[in-house]
C-alpha cells in the first residue's frame, strides 16, 4: 500500500536551515505530483509546496518563495523541501502527500525558535 514517511523535523533558530525528507513507497514515486503541506498551531492545513513527477514544475507558497526548495529523487522514491531562512512562523507540523489520490504522511514538526 501506499505509504509516505517524513522525517527531519527539529527544532532551529530563526535564520536557519533545516532538510526534510519524505520516503515513499508502494506506488510508482516518478508518476506523481507531490507536495509539503504544513499546519500551523491553531490554522488549516496549507499548501507549502508541490513538484511534478518529472520535476520540471514547481509550485511555492508566496510566504516560502525565495526560501524554500522542493526536490525529488525518483530513483530512490524520496522527497525533499529544503528550508532556509526560517521565520517564527514557518513553526508548524509538516505533511508529505502524494497529491493524486489524497495520501498523506504522518507529519514532522518543525519548529522555529532562539
Known amino acids: 500500500q501506499v505509504r509516505l514517511v517524513e522525517s527531519g523535523g527539529a527544532l532551529v533558530q530563526p535564520g536557519g536551515t533545516l532538510t526534510l525528507t519524505c520516503a515513499a513507497s508502494?506506488?510508482?514515486?516518478?508518476?506523481?505530483?507531490m507536495g509539503w503541506h504544513r499546519q500551523r498551531p491553531g490554522q488549516e492545513r496549507e499548501l507549502v509546496a508541490r513538484i511534478d513527477g518529472t520535476s520540471a514544475i514547481k509550485y511555492y507558497a508566496e510566504d516560502v518563495k525565495g526560501r524554500f526548495t522542493i526536490s525529488r529523487d525518483n530513483a530512490k522514491s524520496t522527497l525533499f523541501l529544503q528550508m532556509g531562512a526560517l521565520k517564527s512562523e514557518d513553526t508548524a507540523v509538516y505533511f508529505c502527500?502524494?497529491?493524486?489520490?489524497?495520501?498523506w504522511g504522518q507529519g514532522v514538526q518543525v519548529t522555529v525558535s532562539s
Open positions: 502527500q502524494r497529491m493524486n489520490g489524497n495520501y
Open positions: 508502494g506506488f510508482d514515486f516518478g508518476l506523481y505530483y
